[in-house]
């Protein structure tokens, strides 16, 4: 069966700092891979997504970056957080191909507060 | 202006009644809905999935409808129970894309 892996669950961490969340996926091979952003009492917001290896995909212009230095592993990153960064991050995977054609599967997210 | 609206935005009953979520939507074309639970603090957990065909799809208590004509789906929660306290996602997928509603906060309160 397929799993989904997300770290930290919780972080604060200041203003300026760097960022680095990680997503694994187990069970599955050439997965497409999501990352959003759901701030309080926000709907989910699609940040970055990819179908592949080095295949980033953004949807919004941010603060934020994206990888994908292996097969199931995305990477959300930051140089410098802003406040403005704080939420739940989720990560997701999706059967490989059309990206919304496929069910989403959530990883249990991140939980990100900049002071 | 968001392609998916959802009402209420939280709702409160007690145990052991009905509900009923909605789920109105502008997204064209039209792919499939998909309603998720998420309890706090957890990623979301897809209940159920409709393609334009279908018009009811049930998963236990849970029983959504789709009219693909007014576009709205419905999600009818049955006998609630405490654990069903959650925010419940209508999710609707325009070929490629994915547009999330904000959800329903429910709580479901002894």
């Known amino acids: 069966s397929q799993t989904i892996h997300q770290w930290p669950a919780t972080l604060v961490q200041p203003v300026g700092s760097p960022l680095s969340l990680e997503c694994t996926v187990e069970g599955t091979s050439n997965p497409n891979l999501y990352w959003y952003r759901q701030a309080a009492g926000r709907g989910l917001q699609l940040l970055f997504y990819s179908v592949g290896i080095g295949q980033i995909s953004s949807e919004v212009p941010q603060n934020l970056s994206a990888s994908r230095p292996q097969d199931r592993q995305f990477i959300l990153s930051s140089k410098k957080l802003l406040l403005s960064d704080s939420g739940f991050y989720l990560c997701?995977?999706?059967?490989?191909?059309?990206?919304?054609?496929?069910?989403?599967?959530f990883g249990p997210g991140t939980r990100l507060t900049v002071t | 202006k968001n392609q998916v609206e959802q009402s209420p935005q939280s709702l409160i009953i007690l145990e052991g009644k009905n509900c009923t979520l909605q789920?109105?939507?502008?997204?064209?074309?039209?792919?499939?809905l998909r309603w998720y639970k998420q309890d706090t603090g957890r990623g979301p957990v897809s209940l159920t999935i409709?393609?334009?065909?279908?018009n009811t799809k049930s998963n236990g208590r849970y029983t959504a409808t789709l009219d693909a004509d007014t576009k709205q789906s419905s999600l009818h929660i049955t006998a609630s129970q405490l654990s069903d306290s959650a925010s419940y996602i209508c999710?609707?997928?325009?070929?490629?894309?994915?547009?999330f509603g904000a959800g329903t906060r429910l709580t479901v309160k002894p």
């Open positions: 409709m393609t334009f065909s279908e």
């Open positions: 789920c109105n939507y502008t997204v064209s074309p039209f792919s499939n």
């Open positions: 999710v609707v997928s325009e070929n490629n894309d994915m547009r």
């Open positions: 997701a995977w999706s059967r490989g191909g059309t990206s919304g054609g496929y069910e989403q599967y």
